[in-house]
Nanobody, 118 residues
Framework: QMQLVESGGGLVQPGGSLRLSCAAS????????MGWYRQAPGEQRELVAS???????NYADTVLGRFTISRDNAKNTADLQMNRLKPEDTAVYYC????????????WGQGTQVTVSS
C-alpha cells in the first residue's frame, strides 16, 4: 500500500507563489501517473494538473500558465509550483497517484491547505 504525503501548503497573498510537494513511498514511482487535485468548501474535487509516467503534463484551464507540475523519479516526488495565486485558488490540495498498468491502483494523499488572502 503506497502512501502519499503532501507538504508546502499555507497562507499566501494574492499574486504570491507556493510550491507543493508530494512524496511517494514506493520503489516503482516511475510507473505511476501523478496528479494534483483541489477541493474548495462546498465544491467538488477537481483536477488541477497531471503528469503521466512518461512525463507529459496537462493542466486545467483555470491554472494554465500559472501552475507547473513536475516529477523527480529519483526522489519519488511530484511537485506543483503555483505562481500568481488568486483567492479562487484557495482549497485543500490533494496528491493522487494512478498505476500506469492498472486502473484499479489509485492512491490519495491526506491533503494540504492552500489559502490565498490578503
Amino acid at each position: 500500500q503506497m502512501q502519499l504525503v503532501e507538504s508546502g501548503g499555507g497562507l499566501v497573498q494574492p499574486g504570491g507563489s507556493l510550491r507543493l510537494s508530494c512524496a511517494a513511498s514506493t520503489s516503482i514511482f516511475s510507473t505511476y501517473h501523478m496528479g494534483w487535485y483541489r477541493q474548495a468548501p462546498g465544491e467538488q474535487r477537481e483536477l488541477v494538473a497531471s503528469i503521466t509516467a512518461g512525463g507529459t503534463a496537462n493542466y486545467a484551464d483555470t491554472v494554465l500558465g500559472r501552475f507547473t507540475i513536475s516529477r523527480d523519479n529519483a526522489k519519488n516526488t511530484a511537485d506543483l509550483q503555483m505562481n500568481r495565486l488568486k483567492p479562487e485558488d484557495t482549497a485543500v490540495y490533494y496528491c493522487n497517484a494512478k498505476f500506469a498498468l492498472s486502473p484499479y491502483s489509485v492512491y490519495w494523499g491526506q491533503g494540504t491547505q492552500v489559502t490565498v488572502s490578503s
